[in-house]
């Protein structure tokens, strides 16, 4: 039974570029959540999505967006790259509509550079 | 929003001791209270949790309490063994329609002496 996989394990890109990271959920999960985890700090949560749509954004500003496929797998995009974009992204799937039992991936490690 | 306070940030135990790590959350309408385990250059892994009609959980020599009066929550780990060594963070989630994401504390570092 595979667990959460995502896409790249890391990635460096400059500043003011764009990146897309990919998230597949937990064999019969069908809701993915985003979080970002900044070194020392515990996960700060971006969003979260169900039935393709975006039922929960955290305190973060557009240039954070995503998606969600119809085989409930998930993108983060991140535009205009920020120095302070550099953390660790985690996506964390879950089943059903209550979003109990969150299950994290490895994580994507951004570097900004 | 909720706000989730962890403590000690950093605990150190001889081997075959207990360790307690202690959080609580400001939100009384939070129904919800995970523990992760985070080892290095590894996500967050779910190791217990509880929800807020439940006042103990045990799971072999892990036990999450819950005091709803004070917005408390613990963790409690005996007979440590090296391998327990990690960051944990709790977390804890609202009720209700709309409330999906988990707030974080930001951990304790427990090292685990041989």
């Known amino acids: 039974d595979a667990g959460v996989t995502q896409s790249p394990t890391h990635l460096i890109k400059t500043r003011g570029q764009q990146v897309t990271l990919r998230c597949s959920p937990k064999?019969?999960?069908?809701?993915v959540s985003w979080y970002q985890q900044a070194l020392g700090q515990g996960p700060q949560f971006i969003f979260q999505?169900?039935?393709?749509?975006?039922?929960q954004r955290g305190n973060f500003p557009d240039r954070f967006s995503g998606h969600q496929f119809p085989n409930y797998s998930s993108e983060l995009n991140v535009n205009a790259l920020l120095l302070g974009d550099s953390a660790l992204y985690l996506c964390?799937?879950?089943?059903?509509?209550?979003?109990?039992?969150?299950?994290f991936g490895p994580g994507t490690r951004l570097t900004v550079t | 929003g909720e706000n989730v306070e962890q403590h000690p940030s950093t605990l150190s135990v001889q081997e075959g001791d207990s360790a307690v790590i202690k959080c609580t959350y400001s939100?009384?309408?939070?129904?919800?209270f995970p523990w992760y385990k985070q080892e290095l250059g590894k996500g967050p892994q779910l190791i217990i949790d509880?929800?807020?009609?439940?006042g103990e959980k045990k799971d072999q020599r892990i036990a999450v309490t819950l005091n709803k009066t004070a917005k408390h929550f613990s963790l409690h780990i005996t007979e440590t063994q090296p391998e327990d060594s990690a960051v944990y963070f709790c977390?804890?989630?609202?009720?209700?329609?709309?409330?999906?994401?988990?707030?974080f504390g930001k951990g304790t570092k427990l090292s685990v002496i041989p």
């Open positions: 064999s019969g999960h069908d809701t």
């Open positions: 999505y169900y039935e393709e749509e975006e039922r």
């Open positions: 964390a799937s879950s089943k059903g509509q209550g979003a109990y039992e969150q299950y």
């Open positions: 509880i929800r807020s009609n439940v």
């Open positions: 977390a804890a989630k609202l009720s209700g329609a709309g409330s999906y994401q988990l707030t």
């Open positions: 939100d009384s309408a939070s129904n919800y």
